[in-house]
């Protein structure tokens, strides 16, 4: 059979090859990646979108969870404080309740009452970022007023909603707890309750002081079980995190499976190419050395 | 009577002898020429030229062209085929890059970044510089749009401008062609060697081959190339050029004749131009168009459901798209955010106090719902990537086994058509013998004419 005397086609056609098949192989070796293109393996690129996308929102939910555990554990240290004060209250009506006291001294413990019902109203005011952190979804303004008829009583003037806060895939915690689950209750309203004692030590009138310091005991009982809501939530949060960093782990292993090239093959399809590219070279040179011209006179 | 007859049939066989040389000669100066298929001399014996003649010479009966009409066909075809995937491969690949996940500024990762910019603002629903980062966000995700059909449109204009390059290049060769066919059946008429005509042809239908495809039919008068669906390219003598004319969508269609060919040349680095301007980049204008539309109209009818922290009903966020005339062609070039203020964001519900964030978990949901045509955003870009990505790897890997089959096909051309000069040196050797075979013939005669003509000599001294 007649052979194809014009070898050069075959030979430039392999010389192609060889050569694409190394620029492939050092591109993934430079880059690390195997695919770089949608069209070098459009399944993966288009898995790869929506990892990112995936990979995105862990991150984001990752973020909003520590913004969040920011605000809470300012509101649960301002709990603290709330709780730290109205224990003084409790036992400062204790105090005036055994009897044993004159109206001065008890004047004196009324001061102090009024006092701490005055911090507790700076307390139960207190923002974080610009938000009021015991308003509700009300941000109007402070949430707590004192009226302007009857200087002793303090008003709620922001509302009973939640805002929600998304921390993961169809999850969501609560984000604030209105002070009106807190220290306005109804039955253990922390203001009544003080403002309650300091009357009553100003009476004078140990019945009316010991059932004012109950009041204040229940109130704080109140603001106590309310502060559950803050650990709580803390808690789910932290353990929400340490699921989405294992999640972003495991993103990161999926996404280096779809496009992540494989050094020890890239180098290997590299040294293949090479050497199949030389060997075609070499052939190339030597085939066309010689022809019948050279043997004749 | 012999001697003489010797003679003749020598002069006979020098003249064969150099027939077949000048024929080897050619061969080997065209080794290397496109379209060039290799000719021998075919020799015969002539006839004796009277009766009891003993010496019959050599004729030259003709110079054949080693050429294999189908195999070229084939090679044609297929180079139409790897022309038309190399060409949209290479169309396209400015356009998907767009696309690619690593690609900053893309719709999918300014998407996720909106999203991202919202599910910031749930966790401080009022602060002035979160909802400024929703807006510039969404900014982002209108830029992507807008940038992205901008690519779209300039990759379909430079296949516009293509396919008018091609069409002018097309038919410069049909009237090459046309001549050339011309020739060719003048030269057959006249009893004439058409070969190097014919070389030129094939050189001409393969450089073709490559603009697009096309069907030939031998008919008496020559060649005729016709379009895939019957139109006339070149009939005989004659070329039908191919024109240009602007459609609606303000690109050039391709006419044969009057009758519109474009879509039915699907072959060549035009066909290529024609299907990656007409289908692909065309499918994939409206595709963005869509999508655009409607995740703006989603975000939109959100927004309008709440209050924004003015305790104003919420104004659309993104314009167009027009609901009124509910068409999205255009949407991905012109879409914009409509807000000028962070704090029309409308983050709460209707008639909600204005810290509440109910409304922005309703726009957070958008993430996850099917409001692309029956996918979530995500999945409607990466739908997006897939298929253009798909489109290339396919063109990709049809042009490689195209060419493949070309590479066999084209070893398969050479040993039938090829010029070696192994062979042609062994038959100029062959021929050089025949010749000085016949001179030594002649100088014999010579010799025995001589000692002839000195028998009758009245002078043998002289």
Known sequence: MRVNPNYSNDMVNLMDQAQQAEDNAAQQLSTGRRVNLPSDDPAAEAAMIGENSRSASVDQYTANSDSLKDVLNTANSTLNSVVTALQRAVSLGTEGANGTMNQTDLDSIAQEVSNIKSQMLSLANTSYAGQYLFGGTSNTGAPYVTDTADPTQVDYVGNSQQNKVQIGTGLSVASNLPGSSIFSQSGANVFDALQSLVSALQSGDSAAIGTAGTSVSNALSAVDTAQVFYGTTVNELTSNETYLSQEKVNIATYQNTL???????????MTQAE???????AAAAKVSQVSLLDYLK | MGLTSDLNVSVQSLLASTTAMDVTTTNMANMNTPG??????????????????SSTGVDVKTIQSLRDSVLDLSINANNSQQSLNTTISTALSAVQV???????????STMDSFFSSLQQLSTSPTSGSLRSNVLTAAGNVASAFQSTAAVVTQAQQQADQSVVQSTSQANSLLQQIAATNAQITTAQNTGQSSNSDQDQLSSLLSQLSSIMDYQTVNSSDGLTLTTANGAPLVVGGKAYALTNQVNASGYNDVYAGGTDVTATIQGGNLGGYLQTRD???????SQLDQFAFQFATAVNNVQTAGSDANGNTGAALFNPPDTTSGTATGAASSIAVALTDGSQIAAAATGAATGDSSNLTNMLNLQNQTIINGNTPDDAFSNLTFDIGNTISQATSSATATGNILTQLTNQQGSIE?????EESSNL??????????AKIISTVDTLMGNILDMGAV????
């Open chain 2, 36 to 53: 060039y298929a290799r000719r021998r001399v075919i020799l015969e014996e002539s006839t004796p030229s009277g009766s009891g003649q």
């Open chain 2, 429 to 438: 050797v062959l021929y050089q013998r025949s010749y000085e075979a016949a």
């Open chain 1, 259 to 269: 496009v992540s090239a494989d050094t020890a093959t890239a180098a290997t399809q």
């Open chain 2, 418 to 422: 090829g010029v070696s000069l192994d």
């Open chain 2, 459 to 462: 002078n043998p001294g002289y």
């Open chain 1, 275 to 281: 050497t199949a590219l030389n060997a075609t070279l």
């Open chain 2, 279 to 285: 289908q692909t980049l065309s499918t994939l204008s």
């Open chain 2, 98 to 108: 767009v696309f690619s996940d690593t690609a900053s500024g893309s719709i999918g």
